[in-house]
């Protein structure tokens, strides 16, 4: 869940982004794993659907760093959060995530996606067994 003011705008990098309403200082707090919103969902109960619902997921959910059995679906606009090769938020602890350097006030939240995927970044449904 996102711990500090953001809005959704349209991303220069991808789409649509999350961006700070405020001046963000480095090493604060920005996302928390809380299981009260953020969704862990079943790689069975994933494999399942089809149609919308599965390309939703494929879209804006990644695997479970801690589980493989799982897949993470993030409850709040975190899940617009976009892939930067420089990216201003660290994203390597699979339950929180800080800004690895000041971020002002109308900048875009970035994160390294590579952190999501052992063999490196695709969307859930690009990737084969």
Not at 9 to 33: C, E, Y
Not at 43 to 55: F, L, Q, S, W
Not at 92 to 109: C, H, M, N, Q, V
Request: hydrophobic share 30%.
């Amino acid at each position: 869940m996102l711990l500090v003011d953001v809005y959704l705008d349209k991303s220069p990098i991808q789409g649509i982004g999350v961006f700070a309403k405020n001046h963000i200082p480095r090493g604060t707090l920005v996302w928390k794993l809380d299981p009260k919103y953020d969704r862990r969902i079943e790689v069975e109960t994933y494999e399942r659907e089809t149609g919308p619902v599965k390309a939703y997921l494929d879209r804006y959910s990644y695997p479970d760093r801690r589980d493989p059995n799982y897949i993470v679906f993030e409850a709040d606009d975190a899940r617009y959060m976009n892939h930067d090769d420089d990216p201003n938020c660290d994203v390597s602890s699979p339950e929180e995530t800080y800004a690895l350097r000041d971020i002002a006030a109308g900048e875009e939240l970035t994160c390294d996606y590579n952190h999501f995927f052992e063999t490196g970044f695709d969307f859930l449904g690009d990737r084969h067994p």
